[in-house]
T-cell receptor
Framework: GAGVSQSPSNKVTEKGKDVELRCDPI?????LYWYRQSLGQGLEFLIY????????KSGLPSDRFSAERTGGSVSTLTIQRTQQEDSAVYLCASSLVRGLISEQFFGPGTRLTVL | QQQVKQSPQSLIVQKGGISIINCAYENTAFDYFPWYQQFPGKGPALLIAIRPDVSEKKEGRFTISFNKSAKQFSLHIMDSQPGDSATYFC????????????FGKGTRLHILP
């Protein structure tokens, strides 16, 4: 596709519910990243994938957060038992390859509101 | 520990003026320093980036100044225009290691018409 796409663009959920956020990276990009953007907190790294594997999960805030990537393409970020502090914009980025020469392209984000 | 510190949090500049945003970093292993521009409702987009082996990089009206010994870098926007109004993030990464971008907290820039 032309760019990184994310769905849904907005998600409102009740505390305690599970949510799934989807990221479609640029076709052919092997690396995929998830970030969280909270008001006043900038962008926080969550997890990255090289192909379908996630060598670095260090940024996931708790075990309620998980992510997977299938077929080296689409990724899903799942938040179980959502809490109000999970409210934020979740951004996905992809790059052609991980490393020296590769720019990360960001999607528009999913705005999650937990009531 | 905040690895990349950015200031100011918000900035108002007259049209035609110079906008200056400053950042400082802690980790000397960082080897790539990008600046991102974000408009409301959009994801961040790479604006300009620099490596620590140069002290300045200029692209059009945007210039990065880099001071390796002080571990500081800054973005200068010359002849600022209302269309430059956005949130700007400085960032740093170690591209030889994991390419994970560490962002500053952002500066909301508003250019007065």
């Amino acid at each position: 596709g032309a760019g990184v796409s994310q769905s849904p663009s907005n998600k409102v959920t009740e505390k305690g519910k599970d949510v799934e956020l989807r990221c479609d990276p640029i076709s052919g990009h092997t690396a995929l990243y998830w970030y969280r953007q909270s008001l006043g907190q900038g962008l926080e790294f969550l997890i990255y994938f090289q192909g379908n594997s996630a060598p670095d999960k260090s940024g996931l805030p708790s075990d309620r957060f998980s992510a997977e990537r299938t077929g080296g393409s689409v990724s899903t970020l799942t938040i179980q038992r959502t809490q109000q502090e999970d409210s934020a914009v979740y951004l996905c980025a992809s790059s052609l390859v991980r490393g020296l020469i590769s720019e990360q392209f960001f999607g528009p984000g999913t705005r999650l509101t937990v009531l | 520990q905040q690895q990349v510190k950015q200031s100011p949090q918000s900035l108002i500049v007259q049209k035609g003026g110079i906008s200056i945003i400053n950042c400082a970093y802690e980790n000397t292993a960082f080897d790539y320093f990008p600046w991102y521009q974000q408009f409301p409702g959009k994801g961040p987009a790479l604006l300009i980036a620099i490596r620590p082996d140069v002290s300045e990089k200029k692209e059009g009206r945007f210039t990065i100044s880099f001071n390796k010994s002080a571990k500081q870098f800054s973005l200068h926007i010359m002849d600022s225009q209302p269309g430059d109004s956005a949130t700007y993030f400085c960032a740093a990464s170690n591209r030889n290691r994991d390419d994970k971008i560490i962002f500053g907290k952002g500066t909301r820039l508003h250019i007065l018409p």
